[in-house]
């Protein structure tokens, strides 16, 4: 299915979808859209009722959750620890670090401002504590900042569904009276503590009321950061080769990697130039290694594709990513580890001719001979058997099959003296046919049939020659003839 | 020592293959016994030789590296590894599809000093001015160094010269005769001129296929075609004969 990728403008009303019960519902809505009233957990099919114009994408939660992760990640340039809030939000803790930035007001503005250099739009709020800090962000005034003493007072009229708690609580709570944070926390805690005694703490009301308000404890707890496994040379005077350089690079990263139990599966070579710019590539292996010499060997093939300018004077190396590798023990034979010597192989081999030219076979369900084998990249993917086809098939295929002149055709069955490639055969012992009918799920339509003969010519070649169509099947003039390939 | 000829030709013992000792002739002259060697199809879009070179690796379960120039994918067409199931029940073809004579030359040489490879095998189109005498020398010393037997498909190759250790002539005989139906082709046959060789003296053979036979060793059967003499044909057809 083709996707349509144009962005729609603003004034378009956009709903993401995701399956419901029965049948799609609204996800997420665009400003536009909730401003014609559609509403979140709505039925797609209701929506497109009411605005026939309304763009229905489907929705994507785990992509939405990675970017978020790297969102949260990306938000340690204000302070050292975030984490992902939930679904949909990024809590930092800011303690220590707002004076940097000119004071909370001013951290705010920079970080709406940032957000929306990237296209973003975020709510944001300041708050001494986590929970109020969430509250006030989803449900309160935009850039709320609330000073230390005043929490229960900031956070007193929000609804009580801003302390997150569940929507049976948040119903029961309001069957009682209790619409508001403010309400709730006027009612004695002996009374809240014994009617929700036996929930747990993540759906108690008075518990999450006591972490908004500072009463119990509430730890941010942020995600350790990735380590990076980089190493940098720096030069006194500007250099063009990077050659000299990289044994010892390539030593210090697969030292580090060793000591970390780790193997490199993406390399990044970066040279800095003295004109300001810096130029890097990419070299991937099969399987993780720490072997310098293997490494440095991939680098190696790499270095013409650098262009040094007026020369440079940093190089850094970095795996971008890496797996755990345990060290591995030699045999006492000294023999050499066979699969460990192609997945080097295919390492050089990737690195010089490039990913789509080292290739593993792949299969597919299907009977037209063309579309049954395709290749893949051999880096990242594993080797499989072929399938056992049920007849005969040639051991090579032109690719696009070629077709041959008939100088002698007979009624049924292939032509009994052809040219192909301006030669001429005579067919002597033919096997067929075998009928592939076209995929309609797949080929266009008007797409004819194939009968495919195995003949045998004169010298002794054997070759996979079919008739495109019949005569009269409405799908063009006459068949014509084509050659696909030659048999052992 | 053994008498292997009728002209009193002395064959060293080591030159014999092993599983060839009390059967005929016909399995010590298999190709795959050098470390470089070169099969040069006869006709154009011929699969013989790409037939006949996974035939004689079919007992390998480790990858085979298949590595081809642009041209010879254009004249002969792709290797098609559905159609390989009769020929190489085992193991998988790593495909290097390169455009230049050059790069297949080089990923060769990096596929021959690799252990992990049952074979390597390279095609050229053509007679490049890149595939010299220095560059077949320069693959068979490294072929030789690690062991992994190296081919080279040279199609439309007027036999220039080359540091192949054996160079093979392929081509496509008119087939077995179907066991059901007498107007179809039946079991392949192709034949093999051994032109040039240096460890064993050359021959022409026919070559038959038989995918049925357990052993791998078993599936090509070599009857001699030799022009020396109707003894070995004799005797030829007459191990043929007490093997069926």
């Known amino acids: 299915m083709q996707k349509d990728r144009t962005v729609p ?6 709903v993401l979808a995701t399956d419901g019960t029965h049948g799609p519902v609204v996800h997420a809505a665009s400003a536009a859209a909730r401003a014609r009233d559609v509403h979140i957990g709505a039925r797609v099919a209701d929506a497109q009722a009411i605005h026939p114009d309304l763009h229905v994408e489907p929705a994507d939660p785990d992509g939405d959750a990675a970017m978020l992760d790297r969102l949260a990640l990306w938000a340690r340039r204000w302070c050292p620890w975030t984490a992902r809030d939930g679904a949909e939000g990024i809590v930092l803790d800011t303690t220590g670090a707002a004076h940097l930035f000119g004071g909370e007001a001013a951290l705010l503005r920079d970080m709406a401002d940032r957000f929306a250099m990237q296209g973003l739009t975020a709510r944001l709020a300041m708050a001494p504590t986590r929970g109020a800090a969430q509250a006030m962000a989803r449900h309160g005034a935009a850039f709320g900042i609330c000073a230390a003493g005043e929490v229960e007072k900031a956070i007193a009229p929000l609804p009580v569904g801003a302390l997150r708690l569940d929507a049976e609580t948040v119903r029961l709570l309001d069957r009682l009276g209790l619409r508001t944070v403010g309400a709730l926390g006027a009612v004695p805690r002996t009374a809240l503590m014994r009617r929700f005694a036996g929930l747990a703490a993540d759906r108690n009301p008075l518990v999450l009321l006591d972490r908004a308000t500072g009463r119990l404890p509430d730890p941010l707890n942020a995600p350790a950061d990735r380590a990076r496994r980089i190493v940098r040379t720096r030069l006194a005077e500007p250099v063009m080769d990077a050659a000299p350089h990289l044994a010892e690079l390539a030593a210090r990263l697969c030292t580090d990697l060793s000591e970390a139990g780790e193997g490199a599966r993406l390399l990044r070579l970066t040279v800095y130039r003295i004109d300001g710019d810096c ?17 440095l060997r991939l680098l190696h093939g790499r270095l013409d594709r650098i262009d040094p300018g ?9 795996a971008l990513r890496v797996e755990p590798l345990d060290a591995g023990q030699p045999g006492l034979d000294g023999a050499r580890d066979p699969d460990a010597d192609v997945s080097a192989l295919l390492d050089r081999l990737t690195a010089r001719l490039g990913p789509d030219r080292v290739r593993w076979s792949a299969w597919r369900q299907s009977h037209v001979p063309e579309r049954v084998e395709r290749r893949v990249p051999a880096l990242g993917a594993v080797p499989a ?45 033919r096997e067929g046919p075998e009928r592939i009918a076209p995929e309609w799920w797949r080929d266009r339509p008007g797409t004819r049939l194939r009968d495919y003969y195995k003949v045998e010519v004169r010298d002794g ?3 996979w020659i079919y008739r495109e169509g019949l005569a009269q099947d409405g799908r063009g003039g006459a068949p014509r003839w084509f050659l696909h390939g030659a048999f052992a | 020592m053994t008498r292997d000829s009728p002209y009193d030709r002395v064959i060293r013992l080591s030159d014999r293959r092993r599983g060839s000792a009390g059967r005929s002739g016909s399995s010590a002259c298999l190709p795959g016994g050098e470390v470089l060697q070169e099969a040069l199809p006869v006709h154009a879009a011929d699969a013989s030789a790409t037939a006949l070179i996974l035939a ?30 009769r020929l190489r029940p085992f193991g998988s073809i790593l495909h290097v599809e390169v455009n230049h004579p050059r790069d297949v030359l080089w990923a060769m040489e990096e596929g021959a000093a690799c252990g992990g490879l049952s074979a390597v095998v390279g095609e050229i189109h053509g007679a490049p001015s890149v595939l010299s005498f220095t560059a077949t020398k320069r693959l068979a010393l490294r072929a030789e160094a690690s062991g992994v037997p190296v081919w080279l498909i040279r199609s439309a190759d007027p036999a220039e010269l080359s540091a192949a250790r054996a160079r093979w002539r392929v081509s496509a005989r008119p087939s077995d005769a179907h066991p059901h139906d007498p107007g179809a082709p039946g079991g392949p046959v ?6 040039r060789a240096r460890a064993r003296p050359p021959g022409r053979w026919k070559v038959h296929h038989d995918p049925s036979a357990s052993e791998p060793a078993d599936r090509l059967r070599m009857v001699s075609r030799s022009a020396d003499g109707s003894l070995e044909g004799d005797r030829a057809e007459r191990s043929d004969g007490t093997r069926t």
């Open chain 2, 56 to 85: 004689s690796l079919s007992g390998a379960r480790r990858p085979v590296l298949w590595v081809a120039d642009r041209m010879s994918r254009r004249e002969n067409g792709l290797l098609y590894t559905p159609g390989l199931r």
């Open chain 2, 190 to 195: 192709w034949e093999a001129d051994l032109f």
């Open chain 1, 385 to 429: 058997d072929p399938p056992d086809p049920a007849r005969e098939r040639p051991v090579r295929l032109l690719d696009p099959a070629e077709e041959v002149r008939v100088i002698y055709a007979v009624p049924e069955g292939p032509p009994a003296r052809f040219v192909w490639r301006r030669v001429e055969f005579d067919v002597l012992r």
């Open chain 1, 310 to 318: 007026f020369g440079f004077d940093l190089l850094t190396l970095e």
């Open chain 1, 279 to 295: 130029r890097s590539s990419d070299v991937a292996t099969a399987c993780a290694s720490r072997d310098p010499d293997h490494l």
């Open chain 1, 9 to 14: 403008g603003h004034d378009v009303p956009v």
């Open chain 1, 461 to 463: 070649r054997r070759f």
